[in-house]
């Protein structure tokens, strides 16, 4: 995960708003419904924690992205309705103490983490109930946002939704930086801005060539009518020779589940990998120590 030590708040915003596919006209109240949701997912990981205590083994991690995306929804709605996140977070950011008063001092992130540094693994005592509080102040924002509520209005119940997500953070024992981080990371893997498949290692460069997949592979996939003269089976032939088992949808609803081996061919031509491939073909890779099929060999 890369970080961004001096990210402003305004600049969260707009990372987030790249990552934003809703239509233009549903975007306010698609944000309102995900960040209701959203509270309620945060609040679903504390029961799981509470009820599981220390089999939960990934509460830390599940809580901060929950709480990300959450943040995330917070940064939606605010420019689906126009306005700058910084001028939502600033006055919590003042009633901290934190330095945003100076002259065109932006709020950054790293104003709202704790100073102590303090991370804890377990949820605090008072979470749930500010949770509730939390859901509580989105339920204000859904109910009355159509109805006449005016952008002040809106900016100070966005405060009030920050203020508590913020003592929500704190009390998870996330820094509020890992928090934007790792929702950044979670968006950009989702929505990359740029993708490069020419560079893409070969990886195979390093094994026998009667392990590797054909550089050229030419599959005949094929439909045949069943007995019953109404479904299908679907068959494939490579080399003149059948590979793999006859395929059907397997219930009575047509699916096209039997045409899945598609995506098998997609993984060994994109990837360069596919163990259901190497089964069907006969090259798996048992010269390879490291590989499950080169265990298997030497334990038959």
């Not at 790792?182 to 968006?187: D, L, P, R, T, W």
């Amino acid at each position: 995960m890369s970080y961004h030590p001096k990210l402003t708040i305004s600049e969260y915003q707009k990372i987030a708003e790249k990552s934003n596919r809703e239509p233009s006209k549903t975007r306010p109240r698609f944000a309102l419904l995900g960040l209701f949701g959203e509270a309620g997912s945060v609040l679903s990981e504390v029961k799981k924690k509470q009820r599981d205590d220390i089999a939960f083994r990934t509460y830390h991690q599940r809580v901060i992205e929950e709480l990300g995306d959450l943040m995330w929804y917070i940064a939606a709605f605010s420019t689906a309705v126009e306005i700058d996140l910084d001028d939502v977070v600033r006055p919590v950011a003042v009633k901290i103490n934190r330095p945003v008063t100076k002259p065109n001092r932006q709020v950054q992130c790293t104003d709202f983490d704790q100073d102590d540094g303090y991370v804890s693994y377990e949820p605090d005592e008072n979470y749930q109930e500010e949770l509730e509080e939390l859901a509580g102040e989105v339920g204000v924002l859904v109910r009355d946002f159509e109805d006449s509520y005016s952008k002040a209005a809106i900016l100070s119940q966005l405060t009030k939704i920050f203020e508590k997500f913020l003592v929500i953070v704190n009390q998870s024992g996330a820094q509020f930086c890992d928090v934007v981080e790792s929702n950044i990371a979670k968006i950009s893997s989702r929505w990359p801005e740029k993708i490069e498949y020419e560079n893409a290692p070969y990886f195979e460069h390093d094994i026998p060539c009667y392990e590797r997949f054909p550089r050229k592979l030419k599959i005949h996939i094929f439909e045949k009518i069943k007995e019953d003269g109404k479904s299908y089976f679907v068959m494939q032939r490579f080399s003149d020779f059948n590979i793999g088992d006859r395929l059907t949808d397997n219930i009575i609803r047509e699916d096209d589940y039997r045409f899945h081996d598609v995506f098998h061919y997609a993984y060994a031509s994109v990837l360069h990998w596919s163990p259901v491939l190497r089964s069907l073909l006969k090259i798996k890779r048992k010269s390879d120590p490291r590989s499950p099929t080169h265990y298997a060999a030497t334990k038959s």
